[in-house]
């Protein structure tokens, strides 16, 4: 499309928000935009905000591109019409809203609640704010059909966002995700929004579902004698001024541990997160106050919560007593290595059990599965899909755990999405178990690697903003297809994986394996000595993602720090061959 084709067609959508149909500061911010600031108007205009991963998210803001009252109506709009349509055999259709703590989430909660509403769906609407897997929880346990979470998980404080989840709990996947689109994108017209509400279709639910959700969270416990051991064990926790700050101490004392430390400067709900750069539990910086607070008082754990308490950092003490921080891969083998090897202790394991990781997973989960003859299956990147597995097994096999590198976890199937409130809850008990067996959290992840061998992983994440990045991502993209590269650290390239055209790629002979998989702009390479490096471009953030994973078959138990360095030095290495930065 020409520039001036695009200048027109910006400023014909932007002259329709500055129509009486919307409110007067909305008008005013369009009119400044289209007077004053042609690059914001063009960047708030030029789309529609889509769909991705996680459902709706992007920058608050007036305009069509942007998270504001008349997005979040349409979208609930089409929403409603599709939930209509898919249910219309039963004589009560019901949806489940949640929201966090960050800015206008009540203000988008409560718009989406009379929209729903005003198409005669019953709603059930969350008082204040509620973690993101409490709505999980709540949509299955009130039998709802569908629910809404207004979020933008970990992301800057400039955005908010809106997460769709299906009758099983799981967030939306293929079909109903594009027909879901597909039905916003028929409402061309604000006018066609039913925003006005009824109020006999909306109940207000609270601390009712709080306590049969931790009640139900608490029976996932595999170490309640241990616990109770070890019920003083010292936790501090922050909540990064998020939800976490509602449920995460309830539940550590529900699993039995009473000495829990919240920072308290940081359980200030504020959406403008002022103590933290980001309020994501990925970057170290968010946890430098927990950090420190955990080093003044001798603490066990540190955990640390993004706004709606889907993800979870964790920070533990080294051999040397100071506390570093787990990878979200490393925190993940934790988890299910604990989770297997009670499990087998129990005698639980009946030979039908299975766990989930994505792709882009550190594969020592599969070493570990394989080790207690416990099936494994890799989805892509994104919980929902790791939801699809449980349910489509549900009946057939017992789901134990999953998880995926980028900081969420799940154990049990009463939640079909990554829940950091559970997680903290066994993380603590993974502390405790290992504090029994005179060891640290950090010794148990190096009895892991004795055992099953060296992973290591690290990620890249390029952020491109805007109209502009996202075709530089775009084009990204394009050229790894078009010229792969041949071999990685001086070791070939045997397999390429293009998600996208559902194949494998074998170097060797150039034969291609179609993939049992649905498509997705993923790319991987895997090198004859075990490397494998994805690149894809995410599905909630303008950023385009390289995720490195490097292993040694063996691990010498006299010095495995210093062959972590290694491996580290040899992702340093890839990195700057590749010269992504």
Sequence with gaps: MK????????????????????????????????????????????KDLEFGTGGLRGIMGVGTNRMNTYTVGMATQGLSNYIVKQYSALSEIRVAIAFDSRNNSMKFADVAAKVFSSNGIKVYLF????????????????KCQCGIVVTASHNPKEYNGYKVYWEDGGQIVPPHDAN??????????????????????????????????????????????????????????????????????????????????????????????????????????????AIKKAEAIDADIVMATDPDADRVGIGVKNLEGKFVLLNGNQAASILIYYLLTRWSEKGKLKGREFIVKTIVTTDLISEIAKHYNVDEYNVLTGFKYIAEMIRE??????????????????????????????????????????????KTTYQILLDIYKQYGLFKEHLVSITKKGKDGAEQIKQMMKEFRQSPPLSIDGSPVIKIYDYELGLILSTNDGSKTPMNMPKSDVLQFLTKDGTRISVRPSGTEPKIKFYFGVKKERADSKNIEAELGTLDQKIERIVAELKIQ
């Design 3 to 46: 520039e001036l084709d695009m200048d027109e067609m910006v400023l014909q959508r932007a002259e329709k928000w500055i129509q009486p149909q919307f409110d007067k500061i909305t008008r005013e911010k369009v009119q400044y935009l289209i007077d004053s600031d042609k690059k914001e108007l063009t960047e708030s205009f030029y």
């Design 127 to 142: 008082e204040t704010l509620r973690p993101t897997p409490e709505l999980s929880f709540a949509i299955r346990t009130l």
């Design 180 to 289: 879901i689109i597909a039905e916003v994108k028929r409402i061309t017209d604000i006018s066609e929004v039913k925003f006005e509400g009824d109020s006999n279709l909306i109940k207000v639910i609270g601390s009712e579902l709080d306590e049969i959700y931790l009640n139900t969270l608490s029976s996932l416990s595999l170490s309640p004698e241990i616990n109770k051991k070890y019920s003083n064990l010292k936790i501090v926790y922050t909540p990064l001024h998020g939800t976490g700050v509602k449920l995460v101490p309830n539940a550590l004392h529900k699993f039995g541990f009473q000495n829990v430390t919240t920072i308290s400067e940081q359980a200030v709900i504020d959406g403008n997160f002022p103590t933290v750069t980001s309020p994501n539990p990925e970057d170290p910086a968010a946890l430098s106050i």
């Design 393 to 438: 097994l549900e009946g057939v096999k017992t789901f134990i755990g999953g998880g995926e590198e980028s900081y969420g976890y799940l154990a049990g199937d009463f939640v079909r999405d990554k829940d950091a409130v559970l997680s903290c809850a066994l993380f603590a008990e993974i502390t405790a178990w290992a504090k029994n067996q005179n």
